[in-house]
């Protein structure tokens, strides 16, 4: 809108009886009615109906589709130019969550690598997932997410009065995908012989009471870990960025990390899986970060380790890590990308 667009914004409901529209100056928003269940049965059909008579309503000049599901789907069947952004790997999503809705997802996937025509992916892995399993030969355009700039104005020093380092985890849902127990059992040896660390753990699912902390009280691993759960954004990132020293990321499976590049732009160090696609290029390949093998307790402990001995060194990773998210991962930059590719696809 900044720059001067008309932006119509897409999504749909579970809360609404019927289909709502806000407008206002240069923003449109329309949310089209979302069935609580059953929308995997029939491919989202309802959903992707309603979606369909909106976009077709609105004769937008290009729709960009956000991941390769309904919303894709909808565009697609509009008849207008439309991108769509590969934003996970849904094969891999499908081997850690074996369910009947992700197979739905991944036929939609399918349908919609046969059906589109221009792509961009969020990482080099997301776009060779995509490429190797749905699309063979596909031309990929990698644009990353972005932060705006004032998340990298927010990079203040911890102001705590706690002895020790403090570890941040910014994890949503408690799943073998994101490998939450592998970091709480490095704290643990961790916390062995530096008794004043603490672990500070952020997302849904980390709440007090929840199941993170109900896992690691029930086998007495809960000891100076804070459980702080979901938070608003701002909240979230002026939390990290004021308590804690070092971002601890321990996914096995990312198509890119939102977490690890708002951790690198508050320049705070980052610790993350040396097999876990997306994770691995947000870090320069271990260039501005520390790559190890999460599933392994041990390796996590040693880097966490090294960062409670050695300050410079925690400083060091942690300026390199700002310089990479700063020079790539700003939102202005990401928009001019798009906003070349807009230009592209209109003019073929």
Known sequence: ?????????????????RAITFRGSGISIRIARARASGKGRDFFAFEREQ???MMMEDRCEIIHAHWT?????????SGIPTLTT??????????YYRDLYRVTRLLMAYEVAIRGRHFTAVSNDAASHFRHYLKPGASITVIPNGLGDAVFELNN????????????????????????????????????????????????????????????????????????????????????SKEADVVLHPSLEESFSMAAIEGMALRKPVIAG??????????????????????????????????????????????????RASSLY?????MSRYEEMYGTILGS
């Open 1 to 17: 809108m900044k720059r001067g667009h008309d932006v119509t914004v897409y999504t749909t409901a579970t809360e609404i009886d």
């Open 69 to 77: 599901y309904e919303f894709a789907l909808a565009a697609l069947a």
């Open 157 to 240: 020093r911890p102001n705590r009065k706690l002895s020790g380092i403090a570890f941040a985890t910014i994890l949503q849902g408690w799943s073998r995908r994101k490998n939450a127990e592998a970091a709480i059992k490095a704290f643990r040896i961790v916390r062995q012989s530096e008794p004043g660390s603490q672990l500070l753990m952020f997302g849904f699912d980390y709440e007090p009471g929840g199941p993170a902390q109900r896992w690691a009280s029930e086998r007495g691993l809960a000891e100076g870990i804070t459980f702080v759960g979901a938070l608003p954004y701002q909240e979230l990132l002026q939390r990290v």
């Open 274 to 323: 040396s097999l876990t696609p997306g994770v691995r290029e947000v870090l320069g390949f271990g260039k501005n970060g520390v790559l190890v093998d999460v599933r392994k307790t041990g390796a996590i402990a040693k880097a966490m380790q090294q960062f409670v001995k050695d300050v410079d060194y925690r400083n060091e990773v942690a300026q390199s890590g700002f310089d």
């Open 330 to 334: 700003r939102l202005k930059a990401v």
């Open 86 to 95: 590969i934003h996970d790997l849904p094969w891999n999503v499908l081997r």
């Open 51 to 53: 979606l369909k008579h």
